[in-house]
C-alpha cells in the first residue's frame, strides 16, 4: 500500500525559506517510472503544482516559482524534501506530495497535506 | 501557458446525472485526470487517462474527451458526491508541467 505523509513548519516568517519532507512507504523513489509531486492550495483556491522529482533524479518545477523551488530525495529515508525561498503571506495554504501513477501522468495516491502559514 | 478552464459551480438533485466539463486548446491530444476534493481533505483520483477509474472507484463515475472539452460525468448522485472536482493534463516531454483546472463545486440539492 503506497502512502505518503508531508511534514514541516506550520508557521514561517516572510522572507525565511520553507522546508517540507515527504514521507513515503510501499514504493521505492529509485524504481524505474517512479515520481512523486508537490502541489499546494491557497485557502479556497484551486490547486497548483510545484515540482516533480523522478526516479533517475529529474527535476522539474513550474515555471512561475522556478527561480524559489528546489526538491530533493532521499532514497535510503524514503524521504522527498522540497525548499521554498523567500517566502510571502501569498504562499500561504495547504501543501501536498503525492505519487505519479506507474503508467500515466496522473497523482494517484496523496498525502494528507500540511498546512503553512507565513506571518510576521 | 496551458490553462485548463472549469465552470465554477454545478447542482444536481440527487439520483441525476452531474456533467462537469473542462475546456482547454485541444485537450483531445492530452490524457486527462479528474480529482475529487472535499473539505479538509486531500484530492483523490476519481478518473485518469481520460475514461479509466481507479481501483475503488465507484463505475458512476465517467470520463470522455474530444476536441477542446474533456467531459467528468457523475452517473446517480448521490450526497457523498458533493465536493469539489479538478481536472488536470501534463504538459508532456518538453516541460513537464502538471496543469489543474480551476476546480468545479458540485452541490447536491
Known amino acids: 500500500q503506497i502512502t505518503l505523509k508531508e511534514s514541516g513548519p506550520t508557521l514561517v516568517k516572510p522572507t525565511q525559506t520553507l522546508t517540507l519532507t515527504c514521507t513515503v512507504s510501499?514504493?521505492?523513489?529509485?524504481?524505474?517510472?517512479?515520481?512523486v509531486g508537490w502541489i499546494r492550495q491557497p485557502p479556497g483556491k484551486a490547486l497548483e503544482w510545484l515540482a516533480t522529482?523522478?526516479?533517475?533524479?529529474?527535476?522539474r518545477y513550474s515555471p512561475s516559482l522556478k527561480s524559489r523551488l528546489t526538491v530533493t530525495k532521499d532514497t535510503s529515508k524514503n524521504q522527498v524534501v522540497l525548499m521554498m525561498t523567500n517566502m510571502e503571506p501569498v504562499d500561504t495554504g495547504t501543501y501536498y506530495c503525492?505519487?505519479?501513477?506507474?503508467?500515466?501522468?496522473?497523482?494517484?495516491?496523496w498525502g494528507p497535506g500540511t498546512t503553512v502559514t507565513v506571518s510576521s | 501557458s496551458y490553462v485548463l478552464t472549469q465552470p465554477p459551480s454545478v447542482s444536481v438533485a440527487p439520483g441525476q446525472t452531474a456533467i462537469i466539463t473542462c475546456g482547454g486548446n485541444?485537450?483531445?491530444?492530452?490524457?486527462v485526470h479528474w480529482y475529487q476534493q472535499k473539505p479538509g481533505q486531500a484530492p483523490v483520483l476519481v478518473v485518469y487517462?481520460?475514461?479509466d477509474r481507479p481501483s475503488g472507484i465507484p463505475e458512476r463515475f465517467s470520463g470522455s474527451n474530444s476536441g477542446n472539452t474533456a467531459t467528468l460525468t457523475i452517473s446517480r448522485v448521490e450526497a457523498g458526491d458533493e465536493a469539489d472536482y479538478y481536472c488536470q493534463v501534463w504538459g508532456g516531454f518538453r516541460d513537464h508541467v502538471y496543469v489543474f483546472g480551476f476546480g468545479t463545486k458540485v452541490t447536491v440539492l
Open positions: 485541444n485537450i483531445g491530444s492530452k490524457s
Open positions: 487517462n481520460d475514461n
Open positions: 522529482i523522478y526516479w533517475d533524479d529529474d527535476k
Open positions: 510501499g514504493f521505492s523513489l529509485n524504481i524505474s517510472g517512479v515520481a
Open positions: 503525492a505519487h505519479k501513477g506507474f503508467y500515466y501522468y496522473g497523482l494517484d495516491v
